[in-house]
Antibody
Framework: EAQLVESGGGLVQPGGSLRLSCEAS????????MHWVRQAPGKGLVWVSH????????TYADSVKGRFTISRDNAKNTLYLQMDSLRAEDSAVYYC????????????????WGQGTMVTVSS | DIVMTQSPDSLAVSLGERATINCQSS????????????LGWFQQKPGQPPKLLIY???TRESGVPDRFSGSGSGTDFTLTISSLQAEDVAVYYC?????????FGQGTKLEIK
């Protein structure tokens, strides 16, 4: 069964840093584009960043551009999100998600999600 | 950037009745080269991650009950639950993956009347 497990969340002061990890099991991470999506308490889903399968393409939401860095270690089957210069408004549950594509490379959907890891930015 | 707007924000439906949630995008989600709408629907229950229900606007994900269906094209889309069950109480989100930044609707909270 394909699964994603996030870790690395916690309490950090404004201006601090955290690195989130997302470990994949039941499938080969290197075959998939991957995403980070966040959800502030009681709020909706917000897309944060994505990375293609060979790490040659990364994209970020304007709200995190220049502060967050997405990366992957396909040998470890793990996705990362390095978060620097954290702000109170970055407080949220962070989910990693897999982007499924069909045999022609056409985007299908964000089909697998982890349980999420909570990040709280507060002094 | 594509803005996704859902209606209504909340909805109360009797068990066994039909529930309909609408989603409108600020730009077309129809990719002309393959005639696919890059629109998905998710269900999220408290304390759980989103669960994919529908992709390409109308294709049901494997394992999703057939009472869930999606329709629409271009900029206007609908999620329909044909006969509401107690376990369908949740927040539902539409999602565009046509272009970055990918975006979600604000969510529709579905409750039992």
């Amino acid at each position: 069964e394909a699964q994603l497990v996030e870790s690395g969340g916690g309490l950090v002061q404004p201006g601090g840093s955290l690195r989130l990890s997302c470990e994949a099991s039941g499938f080969t991470l290197s075959s998939y584009w991957m995403h980070w999506v966040r959800q502030a308490p009681g709020k909706g889903l917000v897309w944060v960043s994505h990375i293609n399968s060979d790490e040659s393409t990364t994209t970020y939401a304007d709200s995190v551009k220049g502060r967050f860095t997405i990366s992957r270690d396909n040998a470890k089957n793990t996705l990362y999100l390095q978060m620097d210069s954290l702000r109170a408004e970055d407080s949220a549950v962070y989910y990693c998600s897999r982007e499924r594509r069909d045999s022609s490379g056409v985007r299908v959907a964000f089909d697998i999600w982890g349980q999420g890891t909570m990040v709280t930015v507060s002094s | 950037d594509i803005v996704m707007t859902q209606s209504p924000d909340s909805l109360a439906v009797s068990l066994g009745e039909r529930a309909t949630i609408n989603c409108q995008s600020s730009q077309t989600l129809l990719y002309s080269s393959n005639n696919k709408n890059y629109l998905g629907w998710f269900q999220q229950k408290p304390g759980q991650p989103p669960k994919l229900l529908i992709y390409w606007a109308s294709t049901r994900e494997s394992g999703v009950p057939d009472r869930f269906s999606g329709s629409g094209s271009g900029t206007d889309f609908t999620l329909t639950i044909s006969s509401l069950q107690a376990e369908d109480v949740a927040v539902y989100y539409c999602h565009q993956y046509y272009s970055t930044p990918y975006s979600f609707g604000q969510g529709t909270k579905l409750e039992i009347k």
